[in-house]
């Protein structure tokens, strides 16, 4: 295996990454559930959580990595989930991209515009930035998921409404960094 570093200090597993990216106990809390398979980074300062799932026993191959915020409906979508054989094998560029992604959560924040119809959430437009410049991920409820397949024209003209503001309700919430100055 070719060397991994982070910070100038060589790694051996995504376990060594984890726990030096959230070392400082002033901002972070750590939970690691062997049982249920992943790791839970808590922020001490803010609802916002950050996801490690699926760990191999040793380490070198993880299945995901996700933030959210107790405050929005809003999160990153999977990061390694679409392909863990690719995405989440333990090397350098792996490390380098989620370590890109966890500035969003961690340095720099991010928006979150949420639709709903009556009273019920519909989805969300995750931006990775609190100035709306990069895409957007999107995030459906529960509520509508497969309709959206089955009914694909009607939802369409529903998002042209609800973007031109004619239906429904638009709520942007800001989800602060973990580390803000």
Sequence with gaps: MNKVVYNGQELTNWIDYIERKFADSNYFEKEIRADNNFILIKSKNSKTKIWFYGLTKNSTKLEDCQYSNDDCHGWSGETCGV??????????????????????????????????????????????????????????????GCFIIFLFPVFIILNLLLGLGLIGEMREIIIEPIIYN
Excluded at 96 to 101: A, K, M
Excluded at 116 to 126: N, P
Aim: a positive charge; glycine letters at 6%.
């Design 83 to 144: 392909n863990p054989d690719k995405y989440g094998i333990f090397n350098q560029d792996n490390i380098d991209s989620i370590d890109r992604l966890l500035d969003t959560p961690i340095l720099k924040g991010w928006t979150s515009k949420e639709f709903y119809l009556g009273k019920s959430f519909y989805k969300a437009l995750v931006y990775p930035d609190k100035d709306l410049s990069q895409p957007p991920f999107k995030y459906y409820g529960n509520r509508f």
